[in-house]
C-alpha cells in the first residue's frame, strides 16, 4: 500500500497508478557526479481531497492558490513505514474540458532538496560572527602566532600581496621577513595578514543556518578538523589601501541629551516635525585626522573632513519629515585616533533663537572589527559541500529531510547491510557488460596561477602540483573530477646569509607577473603551532615597526597534516608530490586515502555490469539503503542503480560484482561450478576470480 503525504496532508492516488522511483548514489559511469534519489512523474487523481491540496491550481483566477514554483516536503510510506522522505513538485494538471482529471507530481528525495536549500547563498552569508574580532596588530599577531577563538581563526603566513624573502644578516628591504633587533621597519606587516577559519566551523555555520545535520564521523577527525580556509575574498590586503582596516563610520556615543526627538538609546535624532530646511551644528574636540558622516534614516547623506578641534560646524538638511532619523558618525584615520568630546544642537533654520535639542558625548575611541563572513571567498554554500565531496570521494545520503549521511564512499559501504535476493530474482534475460572506462583520468584541484605553481605546470607537462593524470590504452573519452578549491604551493625559504632553510613555511597569492590575484578558495592544514626562534620572524604592528620582541612561534601551516614525517597520515596531493617542508613525498595522498580502490576496481580486469530484473520482498525495498550489498547465488553485488515500481514490486537492477569477495565454498561450490566459475582457495574461503 503506497501513500503519499504533503506535509500532514494525505493525497488520494490512484489504485493502478504506477510510482517508479530511481535509487542512486554515485554511479559507475561518472563517478565525478553525486546522486540521489528522484521519481519519474505520476499521477494523482483529481478527487475533492486533491482539488483542495492543490488549491485548484488549474483555475488562474483563484486567488492565493497553491505554488507550483516552490517544491512541498513530502514523505512516501510503504505498508505504513517511511520509505523516503523529499518534496514534491505539481508539474501539470491534466483537464477534461473544464474540469481537472488528474494532477501530475514529482517526488524529489532529500538529497535534491539539499541543493535546492542552500541555493545561490555564499559563503558570505554564514553566521561566523562569533569569530569576529578587532583588528589590531596585536590580535594579529595572536593569530599568527598560536590563533584566535580556541585556534578556529589563525593568521597564516600567507602573502597576498608582497614577495618575502628571508636574510638574517642584511636588513635589505622592506620584504626580508627576518628579525634583526628592535624597533627595525621591516618584516610582516600586520596588515599584510589575512584570516583563515577552520572548515569543520563552516560546517557548524552551515547546519546552523539551513537547520540540518551533517552524520559524519569524518567531519569529526583530526583529518578534516585541521583544515583551514584562507579568508581571501579581494586581490591585495585584507583592506587594501587602509592598513587600519576602517571602512565604515561607527555611531557617536552621544550620552547626554536635552530637548524633543533626540535618543541616546539609538544615537539618532528622531524629527518631531516636518522642516523645510534644518540645521545641524556641532563641535568636537579631537587632536588627529578624522571625519564626520552623516546618515538619513540609515542612508548616507554627506560627510566632512576634520583636522584637529572645529567649532560651531554646521550642515543643512533639507525637506525633513516627521518621524525621519539623522544619525551622526565618527570615522577615525588610525586605530590610535580618539575623539574626546562632541557637541551638537538641532535648530529649524527660520527660528536661529529656538534649539530644539542639545547633545554632548564624552570620550571615546573607536574599534574597527574583522568579520570573517566578510571576509570569505566567493564561494556559493552547495559549492562548498560539493567540492569537500569531489576532494574526499563523499558519499552523499539522506535519512531524513534535515539529516544526511555523509562519509567516504569506503567507510559508507562498510557501514552497508547484505540481502540474499537469490529467489527473487528473474535470470531469464539478463546482461553482462562491461563498465564504461576512460582513456584517460583527470583528478585535480581548480587551476592556481600563482608563480609557483605555473613554473611547476612548466616542467611537468601541463600537470598541476598536486593533480592526478593516468592514461590507459583501451578505448573512452576522458573523465574529470575536479575539486572546487586551490592548492597552495608552499614554500621553504632559504635564509640569503647563510644558505640554511628557515623552519617553517609561507604561501603567497602573487602571480608570475609577482602581481596579487584572488584564485579559487585555498584550503590546508594547520595541526599546531610551531617554534621558530633558530629562524625568527620580525612583526610589525601599528607602530610601524618590529618592537623588541620577535616572532618565535607560528602556525605550522602545510598540504600534510603533520610537521613530523612519521606522523603524516594526510597529504592533499591527489599525486605524489614533493613536499617542500619535509622535502619528501608521501603515499598518503587524497588518491590513495580515498580514491584508489574505487578506481582500482573499477579497472579490474574481474569488474562487470550486471543488469537484470526481480521482484523484491517489501521489506527489502523499504529497508534498502544504496551501501547495501545485495547477494544472488553466492555472488555479492554493488548497487550502481535500481529502478522499482514501488506498485508492483518490480526492480530493473543494474549491479556491479563485488571485486575480491570472499564467499563460503560449502555453501556456494556447487553452485558456481555449474556457473562455470574458477575458484581458488585462500585461508579456507574462496575468491571468486572471473
Given at each position: 500500500m503506497i501513500e503519499i503525504y504533503i506535509g500532514t496532508d494525505r493525497v488520494d492516488t490512484f489504485k493502478d497508478e504506477d510510482v517508479n522511483i530511481t535509487l542512486n548514489?554515485?554511479?559507475?559511469?561518472d563517478i565525478s557526479k553525486v546522486f540521489a534519489d528522484y521519481t519519474q512523474s505520476f499521477s494523482v487523481p483529481a478527487s475533492r481531497i486533491n482539488n483542495d491540496l492543490f488549491k485548484h491550481y488549474y483555475n488562474a483566477d483563484v486567488s492565493g492558490g497553491f505554488s507550483a514554483s516552490q517544491r512541498q516536503s513530502a514523505t512516501i510510506i510503504l505498508n505504513k513505514e517511511t520509505f523516503r522522505e523529499g518534496s514534491i513538485e505539481l508539474a501539470a494538471v491534466n483537464m477534461q474540458g473544464n474540469l481537472p482529471s488528474s494532477y501530475e507530481i514529482v517526488f524529489y528525495s532529500a538529497g535534491v532538496n539539499l541543493l535546492d536549500l542552500f541555493g545561490d547563498d555564499q559563503l558570505t552569508d554564514l553566521d561566523l560572527s562569533a569569530y569576529d574580532h578587532n583588528y589590531t596588530g596585536a590580535n594579529i599577531r595572536t593569530g599568527l602566532e598560536s590563533g584566535l577563538s580556541s585556534r578556529n581563526i589563525i593568521y597564516p603566513l600567507i602573502s597576498p600581496k608582497e614577495d618575502w624573502y628571508y636574510d638574517s644578516q642584511h636588513q635589505g628591504t622592506s620584504n626580508n621577513l627576518a628579525w634583526h633587533g628592535n624597533n627595525e621597519t621591516h618584516g610582516c606587516n600586520y596588515f599584510e595578514l589575512?584570516?583563515?577559519?577552520?572548515?569543520?566551523?563552516?560546517?557548524?555555520?552551515?547546519?546552523?543556518?539551513?537547520?540540518?545535520?551533517?552524520?559524519?564521523?569524518?567531519?569529526?577527525?583530526?583529518?578534516?578538523?585541521?583544515?583551514?580556509?584562507?579568508?581571501?575574498?579581494?586581490?591585495?590586503?585584507?583592506?587594501e589601501g587602509q592598513p587600519t582596516g576602517f571602512e565604515q563610520a561607527e555611531a557617536v556615543d552621544f550620552t547626554s541629551a536635552t530637548g524633543s526627538g533626540f535618543n541616546t538609546t539609538t544615537d539618532e535624532l528622531t524629527i518631531p516635525s516636518t522642516y523645510d530646511r534644518f540645521i545641524w551644528r556641532y563641535s568636537a574636540t579631537c587632536a588627529d585626522d578624522y571625519q564626520f558622516h552623516w546618515y538619513i534614516n540609515d542612508v548616507f547623506f554627506t560627510a566632512v573632513s576634520h583636522s584637529g578641534n572645529v567649532t560651531d560646524e554646521e550642515i543643512y538638511f533639507n525637506s525633513l519629515n516627521t518621524g525621519d532619523r539623522i544619525q551622526m558618525r565618527f570615522l577615525p584615520a588610525t586605530t590610535n585616533t580618539s575623539i574626546t568630546s562632541v557637541s551638537a544642537s538641532g535648530r529649524e533654520f527660520t527660528d536661529p533663537t529656538n534649539v530644539y535639542w542639545t547633545a554632548t558625548a564624552s570620550g571615546q575611541t573607536v574599534t574597527q572589527e574583522v568579520v570573517i563572513a566578510d571576509q570569505m571567498p566567493e564561494q556559493k554554500v552547495s559549492d562548498f559541500v560539493v567540492g569537500l565531496i569531489k576532494m574526499f570521494n563523499l558519499a552523499l545520503e539522506p535519512t531524513s529531510t534535515t539529516a544526511f549521511t555523509l562519509e567516504p564512499l569506503d567507510d559508507w559501504y562498510a557501514e552497508g547491510n547484505q540481502y540474499d535476493i537469490t529467489n527473487h530474482t528473474d535470470i531469464t534475460t539478463r546482461k553482462v557488460s562491461k563498465p564504461e572506462l576512460y582513456r584517460r583520468i583527470k583528478i585535480e584541484h581548480q587551476l592556481a596561477d600563482s608563480e609557483l605553481m605555473n613554473a611547476h605546470r612548466l616542467t611537468n607537462g601541463g600537470v598541476g602540483y598536486g593533480d592526478l593524470r593516468a592514461d590507459f590504452t583501451f578505448d573512452g573519452g576522458e573523465l574529470l573530477n575536479q575539486t572546487n578549491f586551490e592548492l597552495l604551493r608552499f614554500?621553504?625559504?632559504?635564509?640569503?646569509?647563510?644558505?640554511?632553510?628557515?623552519?617553517?613555511?609561507?604561501?603567497?597569492?602573487?602571480?608570475?607577473?609577482?602581481?596579487?590575484?584572488?584564485?579559487?578558495?585555498?584550503?590546508?592544514?594547520?595541526?599546531?603551532?610551531?617554534?621558530?626562534?633558530?629562524?625568527p620572524i620580525g612583526f610589525l604592528d601599528e607602530a610601524g615597526d618590529t618592537g623588541t620582541n620577535p616572532v618565535d612561534e607560528i602556525n605550522f601551516i602545510a598540504n600534510v597534516n603533520s610537521d613530523t614525517i612519521t606522523s603524516v597520515t594526510r597529504m592533499l596531493t591527489f599525486g605524489l608530490n614533493i613536499e617542500p617542508y619535509h622535502n619528501q613525498a608521501f603515499n598518503e595522498t587524497l588518491y590513495e586515502g580515498y580514491w584508489e580502490n574505487y578506481i582500482t576496481n573499477l579497472y579490474s580486469v574481474s569488474r562487470r555490469v550486471y543488469s537484470f530484473r526481480a521482484?523484491?520482498?517489501?521489506?527489502?525495498?523499504?529497508?534498502?539503503?544504496?551501501?547495501?550489498?545485495?547477494?544472488?547465488?553466492?555472488?555479492?553485488?554493488?548497487?550502481?542503480?535500481?529502478?522499482?515500481?514501488?506498485?508492483?514490486?518490480?526492480?530493473?537492477?543494474?549491479?556491479?560484482?563485488?571485486?575480491?569477495?570472499?564467499?563460503?565454498?560449502?555453501?556456494?561450490?556447487?553452485?558456481?561450478d555449474e556457473q562455470g566459475n574458477y575458484l581458488t582457495a585462500e585461508n579456507g574461503d574462496y575468491l571468486i576470480v572471473e
Open positions: 548514489v554515485q554511479n559507475i559511469q589575512k584570516p583563515a577559519i577552520r572548515l569543520s566551523r563552516i560546517i557548524d555555520a552551515i547546519e546552523s543556518k539551513y537547520s540540518i545535520t551533517f552524520n559524519s564521523e569524518f567531519f569529526a577527525s583530526d583529518e578534516f578538523t585541521d583544515l583551514y580556509m584562507w579568508c581571501h575574498r579581494r586581490e591585495g590586503y585584507m583592506f614554500e621553504k625559504l632559504i635564509d640569503q646569509d647563510d644558505s640554511l632553510a628557515v623552519d617553517f613555511l609561507i604561501g603567497s597569492s602573487i602571480d608570475k607577473e609577482l602581481k596579487p590575484y584572488i584564485g579559487a578558495p585555498m584550503i590546508f592544514y594547520s595541526p599546531n603551532t610551531k617554534d621558530i626562534s633558530t629562524k521482484i523484491l520482498p517489501l521489506e527489502v525495498i523499504c529497508k534498502l539503503n544504496m551501501n547495501d550489498r545485495l547477494v544472488w547465488n553466492g555472488y555479492r553485488f554493488i548497487i550502481n542503480q535500481i529502478k522499482v515500481n514501488l506498485r508492483t514490486r518490480e526492480a530493473n537492477l543494474e549491479l556491479l560484482n563485488d571485486v575480491g569477495t570472499y564467499l563460503n565454498p560449502t555453501e556456494f561450490a556447487e553452485l558456481l
